[in-house]
C-alpha cells in the first residue's frame, strides 16, 4: 500500500516537473517571440520615421529603394513571427506599390544640392537625420542586403554632406562671434574647423576651398589680437611712464 502511494507520489512529482518544463519553456518562446517582435518594431518605426522626413533630409533615390526594402522585410519577419498583425500585411501592400512606382538612379557622392537650415534645432535634427541614414547603410550591409559598391557610394555622399553640414554651421558661429565681438570664440572655432578639414582623406575643391577661407581669417584674427595687446602693452607702459614722470616731477611751491 506504502510502496503505491510512494510510486503516485513520485510519478506526480514527475508530471509537475515535466509540466513546469513545459511551461517554462512556453514562456521563454513567447518572450523570445516578443523580445523579436519589439526589435522588429524599432526598425520599421525607424523606417517609418525616416521617409517621413525624407524631405528634410540628403536621402537619395538608392538610399530610398534601400529604406523601402528594410521597412518590407521588417514587417515581413514581423508576420512570421506573429501573423494576427493586419496592419502590417495592408502596409507591406502599399509599400510594395510605392517601391514598384520609384525610380533609381545611381548617386554622385560629389554632385548634390546643399542648404543649410536657418535654426541650430534645425540643424541638430538634419544631423541626427544624417547619422541615423549611415547606421541604416551599415546594418543593410552587414546583412548582406546591399553591395560593397553601393554601400561606399552611398555613405561617401553622406559623409560628405554632414561634413558640409558641420563646416557651414561652423562658419555661422564664427560670423556671429565675430559681429558680437568675440574673436577668441571665433578663433576657437576656426581651429577646429581647419582640424577637421585637414583630417578629410578627399582634399577635394569644397575642402580646399573652405580651409584657405578658415586659415585666413584666422591670420586675420590673430594679426588683430597681436596689435591689440601691442596697443594695450604700449598704453600701459605709457601709462607707467606718466606716473614716474608725476613721481620725479619737480615739486611746486604753494
Not at 509540466?19 to 516578443?34: G, L, M
Amino acid at each position: 500500500m506504502y510502496s503505491i502511494v510512494i510510486i503516485l507520489l513520485a510519478a506526480l512529482f514527475v508530471i509537475a516537473v515535466i509540466i513546469n518544463a513545459i511551461q517554462q519553456y512556453k514562456n521563454n518562446i513567447e518572450a523570445e517571440k516578443r523580445n523579436e517582435l519589439n526589435r522588429l518594431k524599432i526598425v520599421i518605426d525607424e523606417a517609418e520615421d525616416t521617409l517621413l522626413a525624407a524631405e528634410y533630409l540628403p536621402i537619395s533615390s538608392v538610399m530610398k529603394e534601400i529604406i523601402y526594402k528594410r521597412l518590407i522585410n521588417g514587417m515581413s519577419e514581423a508576420l512570421k513571427v506573429s501573423p494576427g498583425i493586419p496592419e502590417y500585411q495592408k502596409r507591406i501592400s502599399e509599400v510594395q506599390d510605392i517601391k514598384a512606382a520609384h525610380t533609381v538612379t545611381p548617386t554622385d557622392p560629389n554632385n548634390f544640392n546643399f542648404t543649410l537650415p536657418d535654426h541650430e534645432k534645425q540643424i541638430i535634427v538634419l544631423i541626427q537625420g544624417i547619422k541615423r541614414l549611415r547606421m541604416i547603410l551599415r546594418s543593410e550591409l552587414q546583412k548582406g542586403n546591399i553591395g560593397n559598391d553601393i554601400f561606399s557610394a552611398e555613405d561617401k555622399y553622406l559623409e560628405r554632406y554632414q561634413l558640409m553640414v558641420n563646416i557651414e554651421t561652423l562658419a555661422k558661429r564664427i560670423q556671429s562671434s565675430l559681429q558680437a565681438q568675440m574673436p577668441g570664440s571665433a578663433r576657437q572655432y576656426l581651429e577646429k574647423g581647419i582640424g577637421a578639414l585637414k583630417k578629410q582623406a578627399s582634399q577635394d575643391d569644397y575642402v580646399i576651398r573652405r580651409k584657405a577661407d578658415f586659415e585666413n581669417q584666422l591670420a586675420n584674427i590673430q594679426e588683430a589680437m597681436r596689435n591689440a595687446n601691442q596697443q594695450d602693452t604700449e598704453r600701459r607702459i605709457e601709462a607707467d611712464k606718466d606716473e614716474l614722470d608725476e613721481l620725479f616731477a619737480p615739486k611746486k611751491k604753494w
